[in-house]
């Protein structure tokens, strides 16, 4: 098979969920990291060629380009033999998808905080934005912290998803401290963080 092509940044915790699983399903040998700079203001014509939304990750395979991260997941998920991340079926898969969109979501509340507060020029902000934004983060880490329980075992999509959800939150958020009111949750993550893959994607300074 040809080789794979990944657009990603070693920055976006959605194309980190896409390395982890290619770590996880020994699939990273398969693909050519294609490492992109962009924002939302300014593009990357590269990106825009392969995926008309112009955001990371993308995987291009087989004359075909595949986004965002769920459906690039899911597909790495069929090109192995090894245990499933995306359960085929029964209350195991509702269990990993919900947690995949409760960490996706908390992911695209932290990217909307995170863009108003560095990215819109310092006169035009909103704190109430901000605030609304911080607020959903708030309440996905409050169901985490009560359903920690279903994060335990083996890695799912779900597991891997909510792991670069608060990833991002201490790689953009330093001083906001989930850990405090969510102690089982962090007690997780500190575990979870041993894993090789979340190790091997850890998103660089700056
Ligand atoms: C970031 O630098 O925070 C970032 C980069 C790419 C995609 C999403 C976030």
Redesign the pocket.
């Given at each position: 098979m040809a080789k794979m092509k990944l657009y990603y940044?070693p920055?976006?915790?959605y194309a980190r969920k896409v390395r982890v699983v290619a770590i996880e399903t020994g699939l990273d040998k398969k693909i050519d990291m294609v490492n992109v700079a962009l924002s939302p203001v300014t593009p990357n014509a590269d990106v825009d060629k392969h995926n008309p939304i112009g955001k990371?990750p993308v995987l291009s395979v087989k004359g075909m380009d595949l986004f965002d991260s769920p459906v690039i997941c899911e597909y790495l998920d069929t090109q192995h033999k090894g245990r499933k991340l995306f359960p085929r079926k029964g209350r195991d898969r509702w269990v990993a998808l919900r947690q995949q969109a409760m960490g996706d979501g908390l992911l695209d509340a932290a990217?909307l905080a995170?863009y108003e507060g560095f990215l819109r020029p310092e006169e035009r902000r909103w704190a109430d934005w901000s605030k609304g934004q911080m607020k959903k983060i708030d309440g996905v880490l409050g169901q985490l912290e009560a359903e920690t329980k279903a994060l335990k075992g083996k890695p799912t999509i779900g597991t891997i998803s909510v792991a670069c959800a608060l990833g991002y939150l201490d790689f953009?958020f330093p001083t906001f401290d989930w850990r405090a009111k969510h102690p089982k949750l962090a007690k997780w993550f500190t575990a979870t963080g041993k894993t090789a893959s979340i190790k091997a994607t850890v998103p660089p300074p700056g």
């Amino acid at each position: 098979m040809a080789k794979m092509k990944l657009y990603y940044s070693p920055a976006s915790p959605y194309a980190r969920k896409v390395r982890v699983v290619a770590i996880e399903t020994g699939l990273d040998k398969k693909i050519d990291m294609v490492n992109v700079a962009l924002s939302p203001v300014t593009p990357n014509a590269d990106v825009d060629k392969h995926n008309p939304i112009g955001k990371i990750p993308v995987l291009s395979v087989k004359g075909m380009d595949l986004f965002d991260s769920p459906v690039i997941c899911e597909y790495l998920d069929t090109q192995h033999k090894g245990r499933k991340l995306f359960p085929r079926k029964g209350r195991d898969r509702w269990v990993a998808l919900r947690q995949q969109a409760m960490g996706d979501g908390l992911l695209d509340a932290a990217l909307l905080a995170r863009y108003e507060g560095f990215l819109r020029p310092e006169e035009r902000r909103w704190a109430d934005w901000s605030k609304g934004q911080m607020k959903k983060i708030d309440g996905v880490l409050g169901q985490l912290e009560a359903e920690t329980k279903a994060l335990k075992g083996k890695p799912t999509i779900g597991t891997i998803s909510v792991a670069c959800a608060l990833g991002y939150l201490d790689f953009r958020f330093p001083t906001f401290d989930w850990r405090a009111k969510h102690p089982k949750l962090a007690k997780w993550f500190t575990a979870t963080g041993k894993t090789a893959s979340i190790k091997a994607t850890v998103p660089p300074p700056g």
